[in-house]
């Protein structure tokens, strides 16, 4: 298993998710993370992360000095390569040029890690590499024993080895699919040069969480909140097969689900999966706590409140239920240790709606801590999960509650509900629902003029949003087709009732968010 010590990159959780593509378990800790940890994890590698800092500054991170003193192989990416330049004395300076975006390498010099890897060979017959670089500083002098294997015009040492202590380092980021055969080098590393073969594969990792899950609970009983989104689903496909009938879920139908998703949670893991599952029915419960409500922070609030005392009444119905099932998953794991340690950049992130309920003194288990969304999607797959459920777009906690603008009434969600059935079937027969990152309708509480035959109609406006985005916190938004979007207006206004028009939203994020609430 392979190390990576994050210097504050924004890019270190890609590299985790390369090294897990190319089948090998890794895990990502704090750049000071301290020997004895190290010495516990045992990694067979290490990589050194970038980061934003420069080594020139005063107090800058630096590795332990155990990494390099391991007698494992050690790659560093940008900052990891300069404070490995630095820590084995080497020099780093400013570059009189910063670089940002795309470069071309020339490898140089023979490496392990870079042999036989290019994307073009230069007339003098080297290989060149399309990379991404972003980088205010330069290696100036090489520690002993290291030698060139990579260079730009601008940076010199652009990649360097030490091919006796397996030591590497560049100065690109293989890391961001910009650079094009940066998967390779990440497989070359953690394949060729640390040894790791590709075990980490969908049914290695279900095994393995089912053997952890049936070791921590035993024959106790396990809850699940069930929301039909992808990683409580996952969580409760995995659980079923790990312990069967001591799982119950509680699937809470606040009223504010898309169409027929209740029916079809129900019969994906019910019916067809023979898996425990309430169903509460606590749409009234929901709507009466919204009524008069029109601040948009107050209706979260208020759904999340009514999410967990509808869950708690439940669950407290149960009996001898020990465990709480959670689909927690890396990326929140890495965000909430960078927020407690205050290293990592902290991205703001959603709560999903439900909490554990203070008092049922339950235990967690945690079945999908150590996975990234990719990997949860393939064990999906592997659990035999739908895949219009698996590779389905996210959907926010509070639901149609954050998509009805201001007040939420019954009559809206049922307009909404209709119109963003449509505008998802739409998207799903014209194969554009996957080139989409998140797509849905928006009801606006306000009137518009229009004519249906000779009649003059007067009524509510469906906003419709499609995103492009890597990471959900910057978004595009997709250009579809116009008559994509001709036929999703016509199919709306004359199936629907109660709307007058429909536009569509040509906002970015920034400035907008992507949901409108
Ligand atoms: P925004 O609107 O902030 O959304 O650009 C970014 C992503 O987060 C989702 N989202 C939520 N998810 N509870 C959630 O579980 C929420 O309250 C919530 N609000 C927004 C949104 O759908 C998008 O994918």
Redesign the pocket.
């Known amino acids: 298993r392979i190390l990576i010590l994050d210097f504050g990159s924004q890019y270190t959780q890609l590299i985790a998710r390369r090294v897990r593509e190319a089948g090998v378990y890794c895990e990502l800790h704090p750049f000071d993370m301290d020997a004895q940890a190290i010495r516990d994890f045992a990694p067979s590698g290490v990589i050194l992360s970038g980061g934003p800092q420069s080594v020139h500054e005063e107090e800058t991170p630096r590795a332990d000095p155990l990494v390099l003193d391991l007698g494992v192989p050690v790659l560093g990416i940008c900052y990891g390569l300069q404070t490995m330049t630095a820590q084995l004395g080497g020099d780093v300076v400013p570059a009189t040029h910063r670089e940002y975006g795309y470069a071309q390498v020339r490898a140089r010099g023979h490496s392990q890690l870079l042999r036989d890897i290019e994307d073009h060979t230069s007339p003098e017959g080297y290989g060149l590499l399309d990379v991404w670089m972003s980088h205010g500083d330069r290696v100036e002098s090489l520690p002993p024993g290291f030698h060139v294997i990579a260079e730009t015009d601008n940076a010199p040492l652009a990649g360097i080895a030490d091919e006796e202590r397996r030591f590497y380092g560049v100065q690109f980021h293989p890391e961001v699919t910009h650079t094009r055969q940066g998967q390779r080098i990440i497989e070359r590393f953690v394949h060729d040069i640390c040894g790791c073969g590709r075990l980490w594969t969908a049914s290695n990792i279900i095994e393995d969480s089912i053997a952890r899950v049936r070791e921590q609970v035993g024959s106790d009983r396990v809850l699940l909140g069930l929301s039909g989104?992808v990683d409580s689903s996952v969580v409760a496909a995995l659980l079923h097969r790990a312990i069967g009938d001591q799982l119950t879920c509680v699937f809470v139908d606040n009223g504010l689900l898309r169409l027929g998703e209740g029916d079809q949670v129900m019969s994906t893991f019910a019916r067809h999966m023979g898996v425990n599952v309430i169903r509460v029915d606590a749409e009234d419960r929901f709507l009466g706590r919204l009524k008069g409500v029109s601040d948009p922070e107050q209706k979260?609030k208020i759904?999340?409140n009514t999410f967990i005392e509808v869950f708690d009444d439940e669950a407290s119905k149960l009996q001898d239920v020990n465990w709480l099932a959670q689909g927690t998953i890396y990326p929140d794991v890495i965000e909430s240790a960078g927020a407690k340690t205050g290293k990592a950049k902290v991205i703001?992130?959603?709560?999903?709606?439900g909490g554990l309920p203070e008092e049922m003194n339950l235990q967690l288990v945690e079945p999908l801590r150590e996975l990234f969304k990719d990997e949860v999607r393939k064990i999906g797959i592997e659990l035999g999960l739908p895949s219009e459920m698996v590779y389905r777009?996210?959907?926010?906690?509070?639901g149609l509650g954050?998509r009805i603008l201001g007040e939420v009434q019954k009559d809206f969600a049922k307009t909404l509900r209709l119109a963003d059935h449509i505008f998802i079937e739409e998207l799903r027969r014209a194969d554009l629902y996957e080139q989409v990152?998140?797509a849905?309708a928006v009801f606006l509480p306000v009137r518009s003029v229009g004519v249906v035959g000779d009649n003059r109609l007067y009524a509510h406006v469906i906003a419709l949003r499609a995103v492009e985005?890597i990471d959900?916190?910057t978004?595009r938004w997709a250009h579809l087709p116009y008559d994509f979007l001709d036929l999703v207006c016509r199919r709306i206004a004359n199936e629907v009732e109660g709307v007058s028009r429909v536009v569509y939203d040509i906002t970015g994020?920034p400035p907008?968010?992507?949901?409108?609430?």
């Open positions: 989104g979260r759904i999340g703001k992130s959603h709560h999903n709606v777009h996210p959907f926010p906690g509070p954050v990152s998140q849905f985005t959900f916190m978004a994020k907008g968010t992507i949901e409108w609430e």
